[in-house]
């Protein structure tokens, strides 16, 4: 019996392990691919750690941007935004948690809007439990 349980304990650690994928987004225009497909229904963790910053004159942030420029409705200045497919953007920040309101690949980007990006620098790592 104590066998049992300890099998099934390797197993579930394993499925946990397997569905947290971990990527780095770079401070810059182009909206990047996570590598992970997201099924309507699904809640899906994301964390943000680490630091960026979009213009060498501000000091680097974490996924909340720059709080001195808010760029537009999804908030700060090199806040960190996400999508899946052709979905709307929502706001990640530092983290949130979701249940996906349509399929697709989840893409992540920072909140850029009509603000210049001079010798960005860092990047976040982005810790992402759910999808495939």
Known sequence: MKHLFFAIFILLSNLYAFSLKVVNIYP???IQNSGLYIK???IVEITANGKWSLHEKYSPVGGEGHTAFKANE???WGCLLGKIGN???FIIGNGT???AKEEGVLY???NKDNYKIQNPTGFLEVS???GT
């Open 28 to 30: 810059n225009s182009i």
């Open 40 to 42: 309507k229904g699904e």
């Open 108 to 110: 992540l980007y920072l």
């Open 87 to 89: 979905s709307d953007a």
């Open 128 to 130: 992402i439990n759910g």
């Open 97 to 99: 948690q979701i249940s």
């Open 74 to 76: 999804y908030g700060n």
